[in-house]
């Protein structure tokens, strides 16, 4: 799929990760939806900064995990540019909790989020998807779907269900709707760590480097082009995955 003239929505597209992809679609000349539940300033920016790529852009205020709220984003969406073309799920939350835990709000949070979001968002949008020719999905996920972390039990089983849903959406939407996923490694040192934290985790990495956001969206750009890729994972995290063989000096 080229991406000129196309409309595109990413779930979480406000931030870090999610602005990254948002902003590569504008570059690569399609119209962007940045949906956001709490980021109303960094959605208008990232709205601005998409609109002076030359391409039209929208900003929404949607919880994913509410069913009734993404409809009303799906309409909205319809209604200005009779569906979209590409759907990246990317919207996230990464609660921490401990096992076992009385912080059951958190585990749903995380967990409808994930799950329940990413389906229904695709469930809102495929009708209108499928009538324009097709399309192609994006879920994102990590590492955490293979190996667990501890103390995010709820995120890990949510990217886990994640990342089942993709391959259970490639499955019942094909041959007009691919759908993949994008598992980032280390990306974006969240602002909250140290220079050590950071140097630690570098050095899980088989390239002893943090990636960046261009490189996720870069993959996810990938995924959106390859026609005849569905139901398939490509790791952006340095060879993290593999890093239990590096070689230790």
Avoid at 55 to 64: P, W
Avoid at 108 to 126: E, H, K, M, P, Q
Avoid at 189 to 217: F, K, Y
């Amino acid at each position: 799929m080229k991406l000129q003239g196309k409309v595109a929505l990413v779930t979480g597209g406000a931030v870090r990760i999610g602005k990254a992809i948002t902003l590569m679609l504008a570059q690569a000349g399609a119209h962007v939806v940045v949906n956001y539940h709490s980021s109303a300033v960094e959605a208008e920016a990232t709205m601005a900064e998409a609109q002076a790529l030359g391409v039209e852009a929208l900003a929404v205020k949607c919880d994913v995990a509410d069913w009734e709220a993404v409809q009303a984003m799906a309409h909205q969406v319809t209604a200005r540019w009779g569906g979209v073309d590409v759907l990246v799920n990317s919207a996230g939350y990464f609660g921490k909790i401990t096992v076992p835990t009385d912080d059951l709000e958190t585990w749903r949070r995380v967990t409808r989020i994930s799950i329940d979001g990413a389906f229904y968002v695709t469930n809102a949008l495929a009708p209108a998807m499928l009538s324009r020719g097709g399309g192609a999905i994006v879920n994102i996920v990590d590492l955490s779907a293979w190996t667990p972390w501890p103390g995010f039990t709820a995120h890990a089983v949510g990217k886990a269900g994640l990342l089942a849903l993709t391959h259970q959406l490639a499955l019942e939407l094909a041959p007009s709707i691919r759908v993949n996923a994008v598992a980032p490694g280390p990306v974006m040192p969240p602002p909250n760590t140290s220079d050590s934290q950071n140097a630690t985790i570098a050095a899980r990495t088989l390239l002893n480097r943090w990636g960046s956001g261009e490189d996720v969206a870069g993959a996810v750009r990938y995924l959106i082009e390859a026609e005849y890729v569905t139901g398939e994972t490509l790791f952006v995290d340095g060879g993290e995955h593999l890093a239990q063989y590096k070689r230790r000096s």
